[in-house]
């Protein structure tokens, strides 16, 4: 328990202009009162200096936000040797005593202060390839909405207009290079021209996009190739699959279990049995573009892997949909360590964190992973470079 490890836990409330810290020992009394430090370098400095004299080592700082309002914050102390973890925010049924930035810093303190010490939530990586990666997959997700909406902008004015093309169907590439190469016609009149030009404007503004996913893309290989090379190899992993991956997992110690990272990635098997049906769905909750990620691999390999598992599916009476459930439950990545092997990034140096229980883990199998064979663990898919972080699918 944290109660029985840690001398004192300060919990942080993030705020873009302030923190609010509060400490509690071990008991459960508070230490002290509440105090409040602005979110600049100096401010930041301050509040590490109040932790280091008000508590008493070993001490944990539970924060809220690490990803975002708390992620300078958590840097500096996590390179100070800090151990930080990561909070939910409170339930709305503990708020009874109100909301106040001294109060959800208490909360957050308690809610880490009686947790079991393996299941405190270390913060993700955010630095180096592991914070160009993340803000390469947010750039993604924007650009492909953004060019997701012009597509259908340009196609609803097609629709609407005529012009001499066939757009019954999804606009193809050529068609879409086609209307971005237009100009006035002479017979059109002054509406047209400006229908016209708009159509034309949403074809150019697609290409662009396109040629920034491309760009996109090329700089998600780059890190990934710095962190996992490996990962590159695995069928139907490409480079926003494997970046997605590391991202998620982060660094040793993140996810703890098979049976974690099923839980985090949206995988696990829920019962949804009734009567005489006995089935199963996944978990709804989790990272959700981490279980985008796997049902992108698990959808190539619908289509690409040999058929026999798949008759052999439909035979059982399983649909579409829960063939792909099953792919994605195949391919998850088994426990993240063997007993006695080193798992680490070449940049994971950030986070002291305790050692995963220890798990039994099968010999990896030989085959190709298009066999559907009980997949190979992260840790068995070899060491490159000291980079240890390891494929799956």
């Keep these: 328990m944290v109660s029985q490890v840690f001398g004192h836990v300060v919990g942080v409330d993030t705020h873009a202009k302030t923190h609010t810290l509060v400490a509690i020992d071990q008991l459960g009394a508070r230490h002290g009162i509440a105090q409040t430090f602005p979110t600049n370098p ?3 400095k301050r509040a590490q200096a109040w932790i280091e004299r008000e508590t008493t080592v070993p001490v944990l700082v539970a924060m809220e936000g690490t990803g975002s309002y708390g992620a300078q914050f958590c840097d500096l102390l996590v390179a100070s040797g800090v151990r930080v973890s990561e909070t939910k925010p409170p339930k709305r049924g503990v708020r009874r005593a109100g909301k106040f930035d001294p109060i959800d810093a208490e909360h957050a303190a308690r809610y880490a202060l009686a947790l079991p010490v393996e299941q405190l939530i270390t913060p993700r990586d955010h630095a180096g390839d592991h914070a160009a990666l993340t803000v390469l997959l947010t750039a993604r997700a924007a650009l492909k909405r953004s060019r997701g909406s012009s597509i259908n902008r340009l196609t609803a004015l097609l629709r609407g207009f005529g012009f001499g093309l066939d757009v019954r169907t999804s606009l193809t590439d050529e068609q879409i290079s086609q209307v971005a190469a237009w100009r006035a016609h002479r017979t059109d009149d002054a509406g047209m021209v400006t229908i016209r030009a708009e159509a034309t404007r949403e074809a150019q503004d697609i290409l662009r996009r396109s040629v920034e996913l491309k760009a996109n893309e090329k700089g998600l290989l780059k890190h990934v190739s710095a962190l996992a090379p490996r990962l590159l190899a695995e069928h139907g992993v490409g480079p926003y699959v494997a ?12 996810i703890r279990s098979e049976a974690a990272f099923a839980r985090f990635a949206g995988a696990a098997p829920i019962p949804a049995s009734s009567g005489n049906t006995t089935r199963h769905r996944l978990h709804r909750g989790g990272d959700r573009q981490l279980s985008n990620a796997l049902y992108v691999t ?10 026999a598992y798949f ?3 439909t035979q059982e009476g399983q649909t579409r949909k829960e063939i792909i459930r099953s792919l994605k439950l195949l391919h998850r990545p088994p426990p993240l360590s063997r007993p006695g092997e080193p798992h680490r990034l070449a940049s994971d140096t950030r986070h002291p964190s305790p050692e995963p229980p220890t798990q039994r883990v099968e010999p990896s199998s030989t ?23 390891r494929p799956y699918a």
């Design 42 to 44: 100096a401010g930041l």
């Design 243 to 254: 970046a997605q991956l590391v991202v998620s997992w982060s660094h040793k110690g993140r």
């Design 298 to 307: 698990a959808f190539y390999r619908y289509h690409h892997d040999p058929v």
């Design 311 to 313: 008759a052999k599916k």
């Design 367 to 389: 085959a190709h992973p298009a066999t559907l064979t009980r997949p190979k663990t992260i840790s068995e898919l070899g060491h490159q470079s000291g980079k240890d972080l």
